[in-house]
């Protein structure tokens, strides 16, 4: 039996429910978290003279794009394992590790390129938002400028929630990431709002402990140590972001496709079809 109720939440509701799973299986999420980030804690501390040395990294950029790479590999590795663990966990009551890496590896390709594409397309926005803000200050008009970068950010912000759940629409639904790229606009339609507030809150929450964390880093520690436990203290808090991305994957889901309705159909023996994305 799930451990949650299974049913339409508001943001703070939704973070909630996110914190009651997190506190529940944390034993298992954490140890994904660690499993998959330590080689990336690995690279960062065989390079942690260059990566602490502005200089360094300036004439020998190689330790930067290493540690880059890295950080980006297990990542995406993290989020695929996670978010098969944290849906098990959430549909199912319990997480069985060895079928979360088995399953989230195996999908790691395509989980590779939706992480691509989708960074690819806030490029394309990043650009577009640059060419225009360029624009609007070679007319030296300042009011015009204000107006226009508030609008700017919202569109790069727009595409990063619109985009959100292409990762557990992938590992979740066994598509590709060109399929998984429409499965995403299509789920996220008309709920930016609600996306952004949930996601809000997660990441406030996220970057506030990481913050914490940096600033006594740098105050007490060498920047070649506070880079290491930097690093290594983003392992017990970085389940919270793919626990609240993947409940807020399935509320869409709840909302759109009466997905709620089909949980409790199996429960009770029954069989039916969920509703298309609206």
Known sequence: MPPIEIRPRR??????????????????????????????VLVRILTRDVMSNPQLMTANP??????GIAALLCVTVCDAVLTIAVSDGYLNGEIDLARAFGTGMRKIVAVFLASFFRGLLVLLAALAVGVGVAIVASLKMPVLFVLIVPLAIWLMVYVLLRTFAIIPVVVLENVGANTAMGRTLALSKDCAAHIFFSLGLA???????????SALGITLLTPATAGIIGAVLII??????????????????????????????RELGSDVTPLPAA
């Open 11 to 40: 943001a703070t509701e939704l973070v909630d429910a996110s914190f009651q799973l997190l506190r529940r299986y944390y034993p298992q999420l954490v140890t994904v978290s660690a499993i998959t980030m330590s080689p990336g």
């Open 236 to 265: 017990p808090i970085y389940p919270l972001l793919t626990v609240v991305s993947t409940m807020l994957y399935y509320d869409l889901r709840i909302r759109k496709e009466g997905f709620d309705l089909e949980i409790m159909s």
């Open 62 to 67: 190689g330790p930067l794009f290493a540690v």
């Open 203 to 213: 990441f406030f929450l996220y970057f506030i402990f990481s913050g914490i964390i």
